[in-house]
């Protein structure tokens, strides 16, 4: 049975301190609600993660760094390794979110060489993929996602493409006032998984978490995560306030 997964993506947002309150927060209400059968994950800034790895209970809050180098090692000033995301103890990386990709211009080849660099040093990747309003306006959406699948993760052999969750995000509901509905939230993690399923076959798209990454809160999060694909969330904002993360961790 695939991994339900409720990620928090803190962006540039916290001191230390802060996160490491808000960590223990999270640890805490978590522990006291008995959260059960969801994979509890905390996306921090670089400067965050051996703090809060200390500060949580790892058996139930797992750490991920936002990002990682597309290098080893070297001369690459500002830039923060896999394997020095893995010595802090965090366990997931978040790679391609729309900003890193929009922003920094991260590009397909820059992905494919990020993504074989955290799994070879035991990270799990949280893959994102999504298109913006201009491409849903014009109905292109399911081809390009299916574009930045398959020049990035589809690349990867079935032993590894196994390692890793996928979150989609529509950029376009996003900070936009248009929102997107449960419905066309399901249509598309259904049509990645039988993308997956025709490039891996369908015992691997069963095994593959899912993630919805577009304004997911505690109102909306039962609806959605009731639905037959989606297998929790990539959550932004709600996700830097210890009450409204725990209400979308116990959606379930």
């Not at 522990?31 to 800034?45: E, I, Q, R, Y």
């Not at 058996?59 to 597309?70: G, P, R, S, T, Y």
């Not at 990386?93 to 990020?114: A, Q």
């Not at 390009?144 to 995000?169: C, G, H, P, W």
């Amino acid at each position: 049975m695939r991994k339900k997964i409720v990620a928090g993506n803190w962006k540039c947002n916290t001191t230390i301190q802060e996160g490491v309150e808000l960590a223990k927060a999270v640890n805490e209400l978590a522990a006291k609600s008995g959260v059960k059968n969801v994979v509890v994950v905390l996306g921090t800034p670089f400067t965050h993660l051996a703090s809060v790895v200390a500060a949580v209970d790892t058996n139930l809050i797992d750490v991920a760094a936002q990002n990682c180098a597309a290098e080893a090692k070297g001369a690459y000033t500002g830039e923060v390794s896999a394997a020095m995301v893995k010595s802090t103890g965090a366990e997931y990386v978040i790679l391609g979110h729309s900003e890193r990709r929009e922003y920094y211009g991260e590009t397909s080849e820059t992905l494919n060489k990020k993504v074989a660099l955290a799994l070879a040093n035991g990270l799990t990747p949280i893959y994102c993929c999504g298109e913006a309003l201009s491409i849903r306006e014009a109905n292109e959406q399911n081809a390009y996602v299916k574009t930045q699948l398959e020049e990035t993760i589809f690349n990867l052999s079935v032993e590894d493409f196994s390692k890793l969750a996928i979150a989609y995000e529509p950029i376009w509901a996003i900070g936009t006032g248009v929102t997107a509905s449960t419905a066309q939230a399901q249509e598309m993690l259904a049509y990645i998984r039988g993308l997956i399923s025709n490039k891996f076959g369908k015992a691997v798209a069963e095994e593959t978490s899912i993630l919805y990454g577009g304004s997911c809160n505690a109102k909306n999060a039962p609806e959605l995560f009731a639905q037959p694909d989606i297998d929790g969330g990539l959550i932004g904002g709600a996700s830097l306030k210890a009450e409204d993360f725990l209400g979308i961790i116990t959606a379930y």
